[in-house]
């Protein structure tokens, strides 16, 4: 089965900082690694998605990596803004699944200005 | 587009009353889930679907029923609400399998007193 973990569980940051958040999960065998945003009492909203094949996505500020054989995945936030301040969530394949998603607990961040 | 949508946004039942919940996708979607997320416990996977007509169940599947008679809609039901199934609902869409997004849509705060 597989499980997802991020740590830390909190985070919080001087506004124009560059930050890592991290994602771990047990079963290597994914196709995809999604990492999303949740503010609160919304939503969740996709950022980006990292095929099995790919090492790296990036948008704008944002860059995520994916390291299968280590069961790791990184999500980067480059000068960070009070507008980044929300909860990030990484959720990959479950079960052999291709569409089917377990998650993270998530990354509360919080940049202060 | 509207994306995916919910209804309704906030609802109190009293224990052992019945309800649905809507959910519904403009954008053509195969794939639809259910999510409940509770605090410390994240995001888990309550039913889907894999298309008109389909629906499995999900890790906590048990005291909900769904239904998915048309393409664009996905209903969550609670046949005698508990107060266990407190929790903000999510529904959300994916074009098909393999490395597409999961959309969201805002949530349902559900409250059993």
């Known amino acids: 089965k597989q499980e997802v973990t991020q740590i830390p569980a909190a985070l919080s940051v001087p506004e124009g900082e560059n930050l890592v958040l991290n994602c771990s999960f047990t079963d290597s065998a994914i196709y995809n690694l999604q990492w999303f945003r949740q503010d609160p009492g919304k939503g969740l909203t996709s950022l980006l998605l990292i095929q099995s094949s790919q090492r790296e996505q990036t948008s704008g500020r944002l860059n995520a990596s994916l390291d299968k054989s280590s069961g790791r995945s990184t999500l980067y936030i480059a000068a960070s803004q009070p507008g980044d301040s929300a909860t990030y969530l990484c959720a990959t394949n479950s079960g052999g699944s291709n569409y089917k998603l377990t998650f993270g607990k998530g990354t509360l961040l919080t940049v202060n200005p | 587009n509207a994306g995916v949508t919910q209804t309704p946004k906030f609802r109190v039942l009293k224990t052992g009353q019945s309800m649905t919940l809507l959910c519904a996708q403009d954008?053509?979607?195969?794939?639809m889930y259910w999510y409940r997320q509770d605090p410390g416990m994240g995001l888990r996977l309550i039913h889907y679907s894999v298309g008109e007509g389909t629906t499995a169940k999900g890790e906590v599947p048990d005291g909900y029923n769904v239904s998915r008679l048309k393409k664009q809609n996905f209903l969550l039901g609670l046949e005698s609400a508990a107060p266990s199934q407190t929790s903000v609902y999510f529904c959300a869409s994916k074009f098909g399998g393999g490395s597409y997004e999961q959309y969201f849509g805002p949530g349902t705060r559900l409250t059993v007193t």
């Open positions: 954008m053509n979607h195969e794939y």
